[in-house]
């Protein structure tokens, strides 16, 4: 395989069809995390809210349920990030325990 099609396949895997990375899918489900942890303003109303640890908690489990059923699929960085970003979220959520902890202060 030339270096031109290699790079043409790796770009196909990276955007998908409508032009989205893995990446930053993953980065768009942690953002809603933290906008249900009440961390960051709502996108939508730029209100920052309370926090909804259940909405919170299925966001981690998308997340897990992501990273395991893409097991083997993923390259190595796609695979430290969606690892990482479960690991920070875990503990942001056993720190959602405690009142007024944000991951982002103002």
């Keep these: ?4 099609a290699h790079s043409h396949d790796h770009d196909e895997h990276e955007d998908g ?11 768009s489900l942690a953002h ?6 009440g961390d960051i303003p709502d996108p939508v109303s730029g209100q920052r809210s309370e926090s ?6 299925q ?5 897990a349920l ?6 083997g699929n993923l390259t190595a960085e796609e695979r430290q ?3 990482q970003i479960l690991y920070e979220l875990r503990l942001r959520f056993v720190d959602a ?5 944000r991951i982002i202060t103002p």
């Design 1 to 4: 395989m030339t270096d031109h």
């Design 17 to 27: 069809a409508d032009g989205i990375s893995f990446a930053a899918f993953v980065l």
């Design 32 to 37: 809603t995390a933290a906008v249900h942890f």
């Design 52 to 57: 909804d640890l259940l909405a919170a908690q």
């Design 59 to 63: 966001m981690i489990d998308i997340l």
């Design 66 to 71: 992501i990273e395991n059923k893409t097991r």
């Design 81 to 83: 990030l969606i690892e």
């Design 97 to 101: 325990q405690t009142p007024q902890s």
